[in-house]
């Protein structure tokens, strides 16, 4: 009976765990929604403000779009990390660690590493491995929005503008669908600039200027570029938790019911043995 008592508090167990993980999965999906609808509104704004900035620098020589296009060599590399503050989302966070790692180790093994965290997961780990994190910013997902946001973009620009760094990489989840997310290392600084074979400037009438009109638009470009990384991997967060607490609740259903069938083997069993008990007691006393 003790070992019947031990399948039954399993049971138990596993039930109230499948109570939880389904309950996560709605709260996710829920909250996928809303960050699906974001970034899907944010996409066509920030592609259509990168195309628009390309084709109006495609014939401005370097020295017109500011200092956001100086290329360096390459001696201190900052690197983006955008995660989750919480687990329980499979290799969400695993992912973004795994890629960085694999960036510093190979591609930028020549050059000094330095990290600015988005999300307490990869706060946390390159904390502990001892990597030089020069700003952390785990609070944003609990107000998330394009000030907040804007704010962090700008303290990247300004470290660029002052030299401090000579590239930035942002390294982060892009939201392909609930199931699937794509890690994604993109160049945030300094701007590539294409160069046209066309001459763009009867397409445009620039009100004061063609330079001026670039030098604004480059900071609002940068700052809608983070902000539609941060989104992305906001809904691939959401994405990641919903299918990965789908994955748990069904493993937890499938569980229950092999513990069931064995705890009705167990009780048939100890049944079966009682009964052989009580038949051999009673021939004994009729001999």
Do not use: W
């Not at 920030?46 to 060599?73: M, P």
């Not at 700008?154 to 609930?178: C, G, P, Q």
């Not at 493993?251 to 019911?257: I, P, Y």
Request: net charge positive; hydrophobic share 35%; aromatic share 6%.
């Amino acid at each position: 009976m003790a070992n019947l008592k031990e399948i039954r508090s399993r049971i138990t167990s596993v039930g109230s765990t499948m109570q939880i993980t389904s309950a996560m999965k709605m709260v996710s999906a829920a909250k996928l929604k809303r960050a699906q609808d974001a970034i899907t509104q944010m996409r066509p704004y920030s592609n259509k403000l990168t195309e628009l900035l390309e084709n109006l620098s495609a014939n401005l020589d370097s020295s017109s779009t500011g200092k956001y296009t100086e290329k360096r060599d390459l001696k201190k590399i900052l690197f983006v990390t955008i995660s989750s503050n919480r687990g329980l989302c499979g290799g969400f966070n695993a992912n973004i660690i795994k890629k960085t790692k694999d960036l510093i180790k190979n591609k930028y093994s020549k050059c000094s590493p330095y990290i600015l965290s988005i999300g307490k997961k990869t706060s946390e780990h390159f904390a502990k491995n001892n990597f030089d994190i020069i700003k952390k910013s785990d609070e944003l997902f609990s107000d998330l929005t394009y000030n907040n946001v804007k704010e962090i973009a700008e303290f990247i620009m300004s470290a660029f503008i002052d030299k401090k760094f000579d590239k930035v990489i942002l390294v982060y989840n892009r939201f392909k669908n609930a199931a699937t997310q794509v890690v994604m290392s993109e160049k945030f600084l300094p701007l590539e600039q294409k160069k046209s074979n066309t001459n763009l400037s009867m397409d445009y009438l620039y009100e004061p200027s063609q330079k001026q009109v670039v030098r604004e638009l480059i900071p609002k470009s940068l700052k809608t570029q983070l902000f539609k990384a941060v989104l992305d991997s906001h809904a691939s967060e959401h994405g990641a938790r919903m299918t990965a607490m789908h994955k748990a609740t069904d493993n937890a259903a499938e569980l229950k019911k092999e513990l069931t069938l064995t705890y009705n083997k167990a009780r048939q069993a100890a049944i079966t043995g009682e009964i052989l008990e009580i038949v051999g007691g009673a021939e004994a006393l009729e001999s």
